[in-house]
């Protein structure tokens, strides 16, 4: 019985979630692991495992890489739109390439504010996560050096938004031809077709990244 019965067998896949991840933290001694660890016991509904699955991480990792190439690693202020859970914010901040001074975390939905403040609590006051609309932000008072939208897909005018930054804002764009998935309503067929549609007035990286179901395009440049 000892061998042929797991030991976890009475555990939910919450409680198994949790387990391994604790597990991992004390391994790895990563503050991003122990955040994940906090968000799985203190938000159990959270879709963590969403925002945190394999195609996610790529495609951020992918910023994050092409992000410090194009731009180098030191920034003052930097805002997440549509940030999530806070998960791009906590990469960044455990990245040793990357010198942040704050970041901000800006997304509609006022459920996941909380979420991002325990997966970033390491951050201390260099985090903010905040709910509002990005159509209301007053970004030339915000100073930030650094604008990331990685969901240029659910906005249903870019060039209108885009207009509301200051001119020589700096900015990483993501969006993808992934038409099928409802809540995407503005996705785009080509990188050239995202590139026309941002029509920024500098572009230092212009890419895009394969996968299974749809490919991930991206610019970082000016506006």
């Known amino acids: ?114 979420v991002a403040r325990t997966l970033n609590r390491d951050a201390g006051d260099r985090f903010q996560a905040l709910t509002a609309d990005m159509y209301a932000l007053d970004y030339a008072a915000g100073r930030s050096d650094l604008i990331v939208n990685t969901s240029c897909e659910h906005i249903a005018d870019l060039r209108a938004w885009l207009a509301l930054l200051p001119r020589g804002t700096n900015v990483l764009l993501q969006s993808n031809d992934y038409f099928s998935e409802p809540t995407h309503i503005n996705c785009v067929a080509s990188l050239a077709a995202f590139e026309a549609m941002a029509a920024l007035r500098k572009v230092r990286f212009s890419g895009e990244l394969p996968t299974k179901k749809y490919t991930r395009f991206m610019l970082i440049g000016t506006v």
Request: glycine residues 8%; proline residues 5%.
């Open 1 to 114: 019985m000892d061998v042929t019965q797991p030991r976890n067998a009475g555990m939910d896949q919450h409680e198994q979630a949790l387990d391994l991840t604790r597990g991992i933290a004390a391994y790895v001694n990563h503050p991003l692991v122990a955040g994940l660890a906090r968000v799985i016991a203190k938000h159990p509904k959270a879709d963590i495992a969403n925002a945190f699955n394999h195609k996610q991480v790529a495609c951020k990792m992918w910023a994050l890489d092409r992000l410090f190439e194009s731009c180098g690693g030191r920034f003052e202020h930097v805002w997440v739109l549509g940030g999530w859970y806070g998960v791009l914010p906590a990469m960044l901040f455990n990245d040793a390439r990357f010198d942040i001074a704050a970041i901000d975390s800006i997304d509609i939905d006022p459920e996941v504010a909380p």
